[in-house]
């Protein structure tokens, strides 16, 4: 079944809004179009993972158990300790308990409209190119640390790239509990949205082990109060299953000026049809 988090109707308000928002009607497409994708059998645009999609068992509360998954990647996650530190030296300054946190990888870190894009919200971003679930678990205590939010959207898409070091969906399933719990230990109130990797035109190859990492996402939040997972998938494939080409950068893995318009779109839509259900 798919996740019913995000299947609930805004609250409509165009019988009393002359001229016609067409911002607000946007939004209203994205959230038929997540609907749509949430409650409908897969289609060949999302075609089902081979592998099994169950999560294992696991507890991002037990000390003993998180540093050993941990401990295997903490030599390798050094190489990121000059940006944490960069990151993380205004956490004191930056945020408040109504900024929306971007926590994750280069696409964050690249978004240089971030704030025009997501408006209203207020956004504060912390984002290093190329990093994974194994070493933003690591690092995500010291990145948030004094830093205030009330709700958190987390981007990480560098997990399955066709390298002999990819980490498995199982255990980007546990890293994404331990960032999880992370954030609820900085924030226990904390809304957190989880975003899944995005079909890149570089890396479609592996698309269909991708969407096993993406069904790992979609049911940690399906089984957490208060995680919701946003489907993107349907946004950035054609109708033939393959990435647009158009919302990507010459380098076909990030996305351009046009991309981020169509992702921010379904991040506010998201947010917004959470909050009004919350209400």
């Not at 390798?76 to 946190?101: F, I, M, R, Y």
Request: proline content about 6%.
């Amino acid at each position: 079944m798919r996740n019913r988090k995000t299947s609930a109707r805004p609250r409509c308000r165009f019988h009393s809004c002359h001229p016609w928002n067409y911002n607000h009607l946007w939004n209203v497409g994205v959230w038929i179009a997540t609907v749509l994708i949430c409650t409908l059998p897969a289609v060949s645009q999302e075609t089902q993972p081979d592998e099994d999609e169950s999560l294992v068992a696991f507890d991002p509360n037990a000390p003993k158990a998180v540093e050993e998954l941990l401990a295997a990647f903490r030599e390798k996650s050094l190489k990121w300790q000059p940006d944490v530190d960069q990151l993380s030296a205004n956490n004191a300054t930056q945020g408040s308990p109504e900024h929306t946190l971007l926590l994750g990888s280069s696409s964050f870190r690249l978004w240089e409209t971030f704030e025009q894009d997501l408006a209203p919200l207020k956004v504060v971003k912390r984002a290093y190119g190329g990093a994974r679930y194994r070493d933003l678990a690591i690092y995500t205590p010291e990145l948030i640390h004094g830093l205030k939010f009330s709700k958190a959207v987390v981007f990480i898409a560098n997990d399955i790239t066709g390298k002999d070091d990819d980490t498995d969906p199982q255990t980007v399933s546990k890293l994404a509990r331990i960032v999880i719990a992370q954030l609820r230990h900085e924030q226990p109130n904390v809304q957190i949205h989880l975003l899944p990797v995005t079909p890149t035109p570089v890396r479609y190859k592996y698309w269909q082990r991708i969407q096993v990492t993406n069904s790992m996402l979609r049911k940690i939040a399906e089984s957490t109060p208060g995680v919701y997972y946003i489907p993107t998938a349907y946004a950035f494939l054609d109708r033939d299953g393959h990435p647009r080409a158009e919302l990507f950068k010459s380098d076909r893995l990030h996305l351009n000026d046009d991309g981020y318009h169509v992702w921010s779109k379904i991040i506010l839509g998201a947010l917004e049809t959470v909050d009004h259900v919350s209400k």
